[in-house]
Structure formats: C-alpha cells, structure tokens
C-alpha cells in the first residue's frame, strides 16, 4: 500500500502552534543528526554497522509526544532517532558512535547498543527482534512495581517475522501487560521488499491474540500522535497491549554499506513527496504563519547543536584498556569455600 493512500486515516488530536513547532524542532535535530553521522561515517569516524532513521522521524517524535516520565521505551539497531526524542544529550549520542570514553556506553556500544536508565531507555539491540523480548519483560515489570508505565517496544518489518515476537504477543496478552508494540513498515527488510516477505497486513498479526491493532500514516506526526494516544488509552485502562504498524520509509539504505539499488530513484523521490518535515513545515506555514526567517534560525541553532555534539566527540578521550575487562562479568566469593 502506497504512502499517499492510506488504508485506515486517524483523526487528529488537537493541537497547538507551541506543540508543533517543538515537534518540527525535533525531527529536524534527528535528520540533520542523521545527516553529520552519515558524514563521520565517510570520514572514518565512525565504525561498525550504522543504521540511520532518515525519514522516519515523525514516527518517534508523535509516540514519545504521548509518553508518561514513567513510561520505557527499547528499540533495535535503527536507533539514534529514538535516543534524541527520548532527550539523551546528543553529545554522548556522537560519543558512542565515534567510540569514545563521553559515550552512553562508555564507547563500547557503538550505535547499536546504547542505553539510559535515566530517560528509560533500554537499547539499541543488533539481534532481529530481541527487543520485543525484552520490552515485553519491560511490561512486565511495569505491571509488577505497578508504576503505572507502559513499554513502547518497536521493531521493523523484518523483524514482525521473527518467531520469538508472536511467543511475545501471547505472553502479553495472557498476561495483560502493558506494552505497545510499534512496527516501522519502511517497507524493506535489509533489501527485501515487505510485498516479498510479509503476508497479509502487518498491523493484525496480533489479531490470533486478541491485540487490537492499527494502521497508521507513519509520515504524518499528528496521525502518529493520535493512533498513540488512543493505543496508550487502551494500554492504561488495563486491557493489555497494542498494536501499531507505523507505514514510513527510510531514504538511505538499510545501512551505511548498502547503496539501495533494489528500488528506483523514482520510488524514492516519490515518497518524499509527503516528507514528515516538510508536511509539518507547510502546515505550520499555512495554519499558523509561520515565516522562512523561523525556520533559517531554527536550521542555525540545529547545526550548532550538532557540530557541538562532533566537537564533543572528537575531544573526548578512547576508552582506557582496562574497560575491556568491565561490564562482562561479576565475580562473587562465598565463604568457607
């Protein structure tokens, strides 16, 4: 199904001209983040697989706008996007990436494996669909401190395939648990078009569960917001998980190292037609008159962010060798042995 006829249209939530500036705001920090990585990643500064979020942005920024301090949030290895939304400090974001000592992992993460406690996050995880997993854990200690949070755990389209997500579903469902699921149709799994490995619709895998699921113009953050907020209703109310199958696209390849020549040029250029950022730019344009000279400064203040967060990298100092040996393994010594 195209981006431009959706199968199922959410109505939007109410919405003010502050809420929607702050959210242009983010998903353009999230591209241009993007974009510099891209960068370092040519330059050599940054190693390993990368994954980037370039075109998705609308999704994580309309499900984080609905989200309780409490609430958890883990992902798989197309994940800086959600650290910036979730509010971790681009600056260790850059550090991970480029492997230094400032990093959210101590520069042993890399991009696909960092986290924060602080803002909740739980990774980042390069295993296809581990995360779902977990983050079905992760509702399951919401459940048992009754904290009243719910688990937004994504994955990909790829990834709805995998085996241990639907031993997950059954777990959340018997259970209750408060998790909701996201799946970003970006409509390729690696280099296999989703027409080519996924039957049916991705959003009623859930339905053998009892999961309600939805469908949602993953492109559009008000249609975004709204789907979440009735899932995360649903999910509070006590009647167990959601789901969410976010349809969105991503304009560079599955990773760093793939030149994307299983579709056109044209394909492409067709979908960014209905670009997040510049669906939001135009609305904000028309509907609240917002002018050229907002968004010059807003793109200034954006790239000084993100220079500042390559500044910080590139200053921060490698791990000493000594890291190699923690955060594997604790020893424990009983007496009398």
């Not at 001209?17 to 993007?34: A, D, N, P, S, T």
């Not at 994940?79 to 400032?102: F, I, S, W, Y």
């Not at 509907?287 to 990298?313: G, I, R, T």
Request: net charge negative; charged share 25%.
């Amino acid at each position: 199904m195209g981006l431009h006829a959706m199968k199922k249209q959410t109505s939007p939530t109410p919405h003010t001209k502050e809420e929607l500036l702050g959210f242009y705001k983010e998903m353009l920090l999230i591209r241009r983040f993007e974009e510099r990585c891209a960068q370092l990643y040519g330059m050599g500064q940054i190693a390993g697989f990368c994954h980037l979020y370039i075109g998705q942005e609308a999704v994580v920024v309309g499900i984080q706008a609905c989200l309780a301090p409490q609430d958890s949030v883990i992902t798989a290895y197309r994940d800086h996007g959600h650290m910036l939304a979730c509010g971790m400090d681009p600056k260790g974001v850059m550090a991970e990436l480029t492997g230094r000592a400032g990093g959210y992992s101590k520069g042993k993460g890399g991009s696909m494996h960092m986290f924060s406690r602080q803002k909740n996050f739980y990774g980042g995880h390069g295993i296809v669909g581990a995360q779902v997993s977990l983050g079905t854990g992760l509702g399951f200690a919401h459940q048992y401190m009754k904290d009243g949070g719910v688990c937004v755990a994504y994955m990909g389209d790829g990834a709805a395939n995998q085996g241990q997500v639907y031993e997950s579903f059954n777990m959340a469902a018997l259970w209750k648990l408060p998790v909701l699921y996201i799946i970003e149709n970006n409509k390729y799994g690696m280099g296999t078009s989703q027409a080519r490995h996924a039957a049916g619709n991705l959003f009623e895998r859930g339905a053998p569960y009892g999961i309600p699921g939805e469908q949602v113009d993953g492109m559009d953050i008000l249609a975004v917001r709204a789907a979440a907020t009735k899932a995360l209703e649903h999910i509070r109310s006590g009647k167990g998980p959601y789901l969410l199958e976010m349809m969105t696209y991503r304009y560079r390849g599955h990773s760093m190292s793939d030149p994307a020549k299983y579709r056109s040029k044209e394909e492409v250029e067709e979908v960014r037609k209905c670009d997040p950022l510049d669906r939001l730019k135009a609305m904000l344009e028309s509907d609240f008159s917002v002018d050229e000279a907002y968004f010059k400064d807003l793109e200034k203040s954006v790239k000084e962010v993100c220079l500042e967060a390559v500044a910080f990298a590139q200053e921060s100092p490698l791990p000493d060798a000594s890291e190699l040996y923690t955060d594997i393994l604790i020893e424990t010594h009983e007496e009398n042995q």
